[in-house]
């Protein structure tokens, strides 16, 4: 393939046809040697009016024609009164408007940026600018030119625009100074940068691999991506030797810094359980935060015992529907408790008692709230009670663009206005998230919480539901009898049997269940593309796109993700002159694609077809392409009934979801599941994952491949292994 010829444009910016403000992504008119230029690539702060020097190549566009795609630009100042007065009129300072901007140039000509930045009190002079005006125009100046300080500081290093942003909204005109003083400030949560990256400032800055700020961000930035598997914290002497591998330093130093660093409150240091465990600030808080709430909820509402026997008779006969005894003890219990927890896998009747519940609480007065953690729960537990159920996050209502992180409308000084909270698929809930709604909660609220503990935990940090009912204190059932209409499933019976170790019946072929024994690698892709595509669409009616989902237990290898879904891409969307595509990365999308959300963002906005709108698109969420505009940038992208729009940039944060790992379909159903297996690798194949993939299928399932997978994963009861504290924070909260 031929290398791309990089060229140089020097111009200036007639026209800002689109800049999108959270990365910068800008498509403007240049205007150079006297031809105008359609320019395209991550501008952050570009205005109409400023000179560019751009370097890139040109790019044909099939509709819009030639465009020059921007690799690296550089703002240089207006220099002459008539470029300067159209970058001013055009908004470039706030706070000068075209009248003021045509006053400031005839007074001060080629000197005007001159003047504001070196000695804005001649401004002044200027009729209707006040000494209170200059200032906020000098400080408005000083801001802009901040952004641009910190953009030309970090080109130097090949940061990305979008980093550069974060940077300059964190520190603003200390930005320079700060990275300066402490370049591994770039590789927090909140920036964001890798901490190699860091490291490779800071040692041409010639700090030394010993020094407390490269030891201290280590311990941070491991914690930090422990996060990522679902670890609250660490053991300190983990901690400690993992910090070591990373930056092949001396102990010392890192004990030291460990202990530095629980002075100075940036890490929690505790001893649970007779050993060290070291936290990040936040996550430590929210554990102790979520306990002492546990135990006051369970003080506030001690179990009254009261009877509910006759209640629970008018409602059977309402229903025209018997509760076994089971059932009724955890109706009563949920009653008469201010926290209660129900758990139990499929078939065992958690979604009756939750609408006994749910009526009997609303028989007395009493306002409940449903919600989930995704928005496919969510939709299903709406379908199965009857009522409005949101995700915990449209509950909670992310406050958009606050700038300090993830923060809710809805908080302890503007709560809830619920008597009863009911939540489903709690094994998903992490900390952080779990924290929030119960902040959210006003005093006296209670809370009922719905899960199957059988299941893998949640994607983000902690194991809510397990440590909860791990510390014993707070009212559970646990359902495990099947109910005799459930038993006919054999997706059913075949998930209990492996929850108790027993091999599934892979026999049969008459019911909901079926296992197609495996071949070489490109006979069972085949025979699945085909499923897919044309058998399964054409016997059961399904849709290929929103009726089937392929699930595979690791994205590598021939029958992973990343390669099925390339070829499932192939079949179910193949290219064509309708069809643009756009490549991120390693990914390649097109229009009509079915795709995943892989991290939450809370500033993606949304609407629904009613005007409705809201903002926040979270992992795990599905949805299609249904447009790709290459020239202004943007993607819009359908998720159930939501519609968002998405710049090119902001699509590294999806991946193609034909094919989706058992860990990213955890709280959705689909009416079939077809589960991928290769050969069985012990780490990743084990049985609460084969249980969590079996579990999404409503209607049909099959599972084709290896076929030592499946006994294989069922002998191997290995436990996802995650390190928290909450159980023993709650038995310490609650010890009379």
């Known amino acids: 393939m031929e290398a791309q010829e990089y060229l140089q444009l020097t111009g200036t910016v007639e026209h800002i046809v689109y800049q999108k403000e959270e990365t910068g992504f800008t498509v403007l008119e240049l205007a150079s040697d006297g031809e105008l230029i359609t320019v395209v690539g991550e501008m952050p702060g570009v205005s109409e009016g400023e000179e560019l020097v751009l370097t890139g190549t040109y790019v044909a566009h099939p509709t819009f024609g030639s465009q020059f795609r921007v690799s690296v630009y550089e703002q240089q100042l207006p220099a002459t009164a008539g470029a300067i007065y159209k970058y001013l009129a055009a908004g470039a300072i706030k706070g000068i408007g075209p009248a003021l901007a045509r006053r400031l140039v005839d007074r001060f000509g080629e000197r005007t940026l001159d003047v504001m930045e070196k000695d804005p009190a001649q401004l002044c002079q200027v009729k209707g600018v006040s000494q209170r005006k200059a200032g906020e125009i000098a400080a408005?100046?000083?801001?802009?030119?901040?952004?641009?300080?910190?953009?030309?500081?970090?080109?130097?290093?090949?940061?990305?625009?979008?980093?550069?942003?974060?940077?300059?909204k964190k520190w603003a005109e200390t930005a320079v100074q700060a990275i300066r003083d402490n370049p591994y400030v770039l590789c927090r949560a909140d920036i964001g940068l890798d901490f190699g990256k860091a490291d490779e400032i800071a040692r041409s800055m010639d700090i030394a691999a010993?020094?407390?700020?490269?030891?201290?961000?280590?311990?941070?930035?491991?914690?930090?991506?422990n996060l990522g598997n679902g670890h609250t914290c660490l053991p300190a002497e983990t901690l400690v030797q993992v910090a070591g591998t990373l930056l092949e330093t001396d102990r010392d130093a890192?004990?030291?810094?460990?202990?530095?660093?629980?002075?100075?409150?940036?890490?929690?240091?505790?001893?649970?359980?007779?050993?060290?465990?070291?936290f990040l600030p936040e996550l430590y808080a929210a554990e102790t935060y979520i306990a002492s709430r546990m135990a006051l909820i369970l003080s506030s509402y001690p179990d009254l015992g009261q009877n509910y026997d006759r209640q629970i008779d008018a409602l059977q006969d309402q229903l025209n529907i018997v509760y076994e005894s089971r059932q009724r003890k955890a109706i009563?219990?949920?009653?008469?408790?201010?926290?209660?927890?129900?758990?139990?896998g499929p078939g065992t009747g958690k979604t009756t008692i939750i609408n006994a519940i749910i009526e009997l609480l609303e028989q007395k007065g009493e306002k409940v709230m449903l919600a989930a953690p995704t928005g496919r729960a969510a939709k299903r537990m709406s379908e199965l009670t009857g009522r409005q159920a949101k995700t915990i996050h449209r509950l909670l209502e992310v406050n958009f663009r606050d700038g300090n992180g993830l923060v809710f409308k809805h908080n302890e000084r503007n709560t809830l206005q619920a008597d009863v909270v009911v939540v489903d698929e709690m094994s998903m809930v992490d900390t952080l998230l779990f924290q929030s709604l119960l902040k959210a909660m006003k005093l006296g609220c209670r809370l009922v919480m719905v899960g199957d503990t059988d299941q893998l935990p949640s994607v983000g940090a902690g194991n809510v539901l397990k440590d909860l009912i791990e510390a014993d204190v707070i009212p559970t059932v646990h359902l495990q009898e099947v109910f005799r209409q459930a038993a006919k499933s054999l997706i059913v019976t075949n998930a209990h049997a492996i929850v108790q170790g027993e091999q599934p019946d892979l026999s049969r072929?008459?019911?909901?269940?079926?296992?197609?024994?495996?071949?070489?690698?490109?006979?069972?892709?085949?025979?699945l593309l085909d499923l897919v595509q044309r058998r399964l669409p054409k016997q059961y009616g399904f849709s290929p796109l929103s009726d089937i989902q392929v699930l595979c237990p690791s994205r590598m290898g021939q029958l992973g993700t990343m390669e099925l879904n390339r070829q499932l891409q192939e079949r179910l969307n193949p290219p064509g002159v309708d069809k643009p595509e756009v490549k991120v990365f390693a990914n390649l999308f097109r229009s009509g694609d079915k795709v995943m959300?892989?991290?939450?963002?809370?500033?993606?906005?949304?609407?629904?077809?009613?005007?409705?709108k809201g903002v926040g698109v979270f992992n795990?969420?599905?949805?299609?392409?249904?447009?790709?505009?290459?020239?202004m940038g943007r993607v819009r992208i359908r998720f159930d009934d939501r519609v968002a729009d998405y710049s090119v940039e902001m699509m590294a944060e999806l991946e193609l979801a034909y094919a989706v790992t058992v860990h990213k379909s955890q709280g959705s159903e689909f009416p079939c599941v077809i589960l991928s297996l290769d050969a069985p690798n012990r780490k990743l194949y084990y049985r609460n994952l084969l249980y969590t993939a079996v579990t999404r299928a409503k209607q049909l399932l099959l599972i084709m491949g290896n076929p030592r997978a499946v006994p294989a994963m069922v002998e191997n009861n290995r436990k996802t292994l995650r390190y928290t504290n909450l159980a023993g924070f709650l038995t310490e909260q609650t010890r009379w």
């Open 140 to 168: 408005e100046f000083q801001r802009v030119f901040g952004v641009r300080a910190v953009m030309l500081f970090l080109s130097r290093y090949q940061i990305p625009s979008s980093i550069c942003v974060r940077v300059w």
């Open 210 to 225: 010993d020094d407390p700020r490269r030891v201290e961000a280590g311990l941070e930035f491991v914690l930090s991506h």
């Open 254 to 278: 890192i004990e030291q810094g460990l202990e530095r660093m629980a002075q100075q409150d940036d890490l929690a240091v505790c001893r649970c359980g007779g050993r060290e465990f070291a």
């Open 332 to 344: 009563a219990m949920a009653l008469n408790n201010g926290v209660f927890i129900l758990t139990g």
């Open 509 to 527: 072929r008459d019911k909901d269940f079926f296992y197609l024994a495996g071949g070489s690698y490109q006979s069972v892709t085949q025979t």
């Open 597 to 612: 959300q892989i991290k939450n963002n809370y500033d993606i906005v949304w609407e629904k077809e009613d005007g409705e």
């Open 620 to 631: 795990g969420d599905i949805g299609e392409i249904m447009q790709i505009d290459k020239s």
